[in-house]
């Protein structure tokens, strides 16, 4: 009985360590203190998916983000005509969604599980309630958004302007 209370208390713990340091590894989170992010783990919500589970539809409305711990999870969109087309696959420790913890506009994206997954979720009104009562850390949290933001934007610009300068090349090629 005594080894059987232990054992619980280890793997808690363990699993407590194993949240704390994923997402201390998340540049959202990275600037919290260790304090800051207990409180953090004791919001989050932990969800579990099957292999190709979705987790969220493009179109569906935007709740939070998401911290992946295991498995990882293919984020797509499907065009006019109905073809998915594959944007990115995520791995444990990339996170995604976070616009929806922003605003609470529709996902541009959809999102399915690839293999056994488990998801850290971080909604919207966790982080309206940290801003109310710890300023301080929900003004760190907004920042780290913020400057994704800002690397992705970059990042977007980059690629469009490169497909812009192929196309403009195509086009001398071909003749239009």
Same mark, same amino acid.
């Given at each position: 009985?005594a ?7 280890l793997? %808690? &713990?363990e %699993?407590?360590?194993s949240v704390a340091?994923?997402l ?9 203190s &260790? %304090?800051?992010?207990n409180i ?7 969800r %579990?998916y099957r ?13 939070g983000?998401?911290?992946? =711990?295991?498995?990882q999870?293919r ?5 006019s005509?109905?073809v998915s087309?594959e /944007?990115?696959?995520l791995q444990?420790?990339d996170f995604?969604?976070?616009t929806?913890v ?7 994206a959809? =999102? ?7 998801l850290?979720g971080f909604?919207?009104?966790? /982080?309206f309630?940290?801003i109310?009562?710890?300023?301080r850390m929900g003004?760190k949290? /907004?920042?780290?958004?913020a400057?994704v933001?800002s690397e992705?934007?970059r990042?977007?610009n980059a690629?469009?302007?490169? =497909?812009r300068?192929?196309l403009a090349e /195509?086009?001398k090629?071909t003749?239009?």
């Open positions: 009985m080894e059987t209370l232990w054992e619980n208390i793997k %808690r &713990r %699993r407590e360590h340091s994923i201390k590894n998340t540049p959202i989170f990275s600037d919290l &260790r %304090r800051e992010l953090i783990e004791n919001i989050i919500h932990r %579990r292999d190709g589970e979705i987790i969220f539809r493009q179109g569906d409305p935007g709740v983000m998401y911290v992946i =711990a295991k498995g999870v984020i797509f969109m499907t065009n005509a109905g087309v /944007l990115v696959m444990p420790g995604f969604g976070e929806a922003i605003d609470r506009g529709e996902r541009s959809s =999102a399915q599980a690839v293999g056994d997954t488990e850290l909604f919207r009104p966790d /982080l309630d940290i109310d009562r710890f300023p003004a949290i /907004l920042l780290k958004i400057l933001y992705r934007l990042h977007t690629e469009l302007m490169k =497909a300068t192929q /195509l086009r090629k003749g239009e």
